[in-house]
Structures are given as C-alpha cells and as structure tokens.
C-alpha cells in the first residue's frame, strides 16, 4: 500500500506561482504518476501525468506551457510547477499513482487527500 501526501498549495494572486509536491510512503519507481484537480460543480479533471521514468508526459490543453509535471524517485516525490496561474486553475489538487498509466487515466489505485489551490 502507497500513501501520497500533496502539500504546497495557498492562496495566491492571479500570475503567480506555486509548486505542489507529493510525496510517496513506498518507492514509486516503478508507478505511472500524475495529478486530477476538481473545481467546485465541476467535474474531476487530469491536469497531467508521467511515466515512471519521465520519457512521457501528458498536460491537458489549458494547461500546456504553465503547468510542468516532474518526479524524483530517489525522493518519491512528485511536482507540478505551476507558473502564470489563473482563476481557472482554483482547485483541489490530488497526486494519483499506478503501476499503469492507462489506470492513471481511468481509475489509480493510489490517491492522496488533495492539496487546495485558490487564484484570486
């Protein structure tokens, strides 16, 4: 069993910055990375994901050129740097892990608590 930890999310202004971290109880080495995020009334949406050893990344469209996904598996840790931030990217942001990218996509095995981010 994996627990991932999310932390680094805040209030900020509108053009601002802020980089998430997750971080994992077990090596993650072998796992397919990503993150969701979930606005009020909206529903759950993948920002991003990555291979276990960082040769594939994805980024959905409103976030391509902001938001950069990386890992470090000598830490198990997993990032999103977030730049240029807008109203549009408030929500709650939760670090997801599987052994299968496609599982990323659909359904992870592993999820943490979620991580809150708010651009005013």
């Not at 994996?2 to 601002?16: I, K, P, T």
């Not at 397919?32 to 920002?47: D, I, K």
């Not at 994901?49 to 050129?65: L, P, R």
Request: aromatic residues 8%; contains cysteine.
């Amino acid at each position: 069993h994996v627990q991932l930890v999310e932390s680094g999310g805040g209030s900020v202004q509108a053009g601002d910055s802020l980089i998430l971290s997750c971080v994992a109880s077990a090596s993650t080495d072998n796992y397919c990375m990503g993150w969701f995020r979930q606005a009020p009334g909206n529903q759950r949406e993948l920002v991003s994901f990555i291979n276990n050893d960082s040769e594939k990344v994805y980024y959905t469209d409103s976030v391509k050129g902001r938001l950069t996904i990386s890992r470090d598996n000598a830490k198990n840790t997993l990032y999103l740097q977030m730049n240029r931030l807008k109203p549009g990217d408030t929500a709650i942001y939760t670090c997801v892990a599987d052994p299968l990218c496609l599982a990323v996509l659909q359904r992870p095995t592993y999820q943490g608590q979620g991580t809150q981010v708010t651009v005013s």
